[in-house]
């Protein structure tokens, strides 16, 4: 793999990355000098002009762009990524970025309507450019810490109702996804309190599978929650098993699925839908829970 590069302030902006992968790590250094910014229309479908290419002796000539890209790791030093860096990448999935990035273009993520997964290499409790990031995306989408947190934000819509006769706009917000993008203090660190105390809220609005998600991210990785928030999430769990069996069983999440049984919900259904999706793992960890749990009994004869 090779990338188009220039100068900027502080070290290096990659203007292209080519070779034939569609899940590309982007270098942390070229030609000795760190990668501290991702430059306009890095990943998207349109030509960009100038730059250098390293190594200077590469054979790559093929554009890691648009629709053949799938995932994308930037280096932690990163601190800029420029407007439509990602535009019309309609097949990306997971992006993985460092803390330090904190600075981002606009149009960021038009048309990549496969995005699902923010990987973020950092612990959960310290500040990041997240806030910011999560400004970019209004669809589904979930924050993953690779120091041991997983938090899933839902889609919002923001509306504008125009008044005709006065020509007034009225500016709305639909879901509870927004209100769960703001859970930040200060200093850019997560408020997870806040992001938990949302969760009440997210139970009017929200589909069955949206909570689950969001109640299993929490579980799966407690970092920071409280005594009563474990319980609030917990209690939705054992109301809609079905629910969170299937998106655990989906995912072929072997911890969810612990965490399910764990809660002492029916698991009939379960493994008959584990049977259906193939997963023979996940059906092993319900059959063994219902022998674990059945009970012997005893006649005359025993005694």
Avoid at 213 to 230: E, H, I, N, Q, V
Avoid at 261 to 277: E, S
Wanted: with cysteine; charged share 20%; hydrophobic share 40%.
């Amino acid at each position: 793999m090779s990338v188009v590069w220039e100068s900027c302030a502080g070290g290096a902006r990659v203007l292209r990355v080519l070779g034939d992968t569609p899940c590309p790590v982007v270098p942390h250094a070229v030609d000795g000098v760190p990668v501290v910014e991702i430059g306009p229309y890095c990943f998207a479908d349109k030509p960009v002009t100038g730059g250098t290419l390293w190594p200077a002796d590469s054979a790559d000539t093929h554009e890691i762009t648009g629709n053949f890209v799938e995932e994308i790791t930037l280096p932690d030093a990163v601190r800029v990524i420029d407007s439509a860096a990602f535009y019309n990448c309609r097949r990306l999935r997971r992006i993985a970025l460092g803390p330090t990035a904190n600075s981002f273009g606009s149009d960021l993520f038009t048309n990549c309507r496969s995005l699902q997964t923010l990987e973020l290499h950092a612990d959960p409790g310290e500040p990041t450019g997240l806030r910011r990031l999560l400004v970019a995306i209004s669809a589904d989408v979930t924050v993953a810490f690779t120091g041991g947190a997983r938090l899933f934000y839902p889609e919002y819509f923001e509306l504008l109702d125009e008044n005709t006769p006065a020509h007034i706009f009225n500016h709305s917000i639909e879901g509870e996804g927004y209100r769960m993008r703001q859970c930040f203090a200060p200093d850019g660190s997560l408020d997870f309190a806040a992001y938990d105390a949302s969760f009440a809220q997210a139970c009017v609005g929200e589909s069955e599978e949206k909570l689950c998600k969001l109640a299993l991210g929490r579980l799966c990785l407690p970092y920071a929650l409280s005594d009563d928030a474990r319980a609030d999430y917990e209690f939705y769990l054992t109301a809609h098993p079905d629910a969170a069996f299937t998106l655990a069983i989906t995912a072929r999440d072997e911890t969810a699925v612990r965490l399910l049984v764990g809660l002492a919900l029916p698991t009939a259904r379960a493994a008959a839908y584990c049977a259906q999706q193939g997963w023979s793992a996940g059906a092993a960890l319900l059959l063994g829970r219902r022998h674990k749990a059945a009970k012997k009994m005893y006649d005359f004869d025993d005694l």
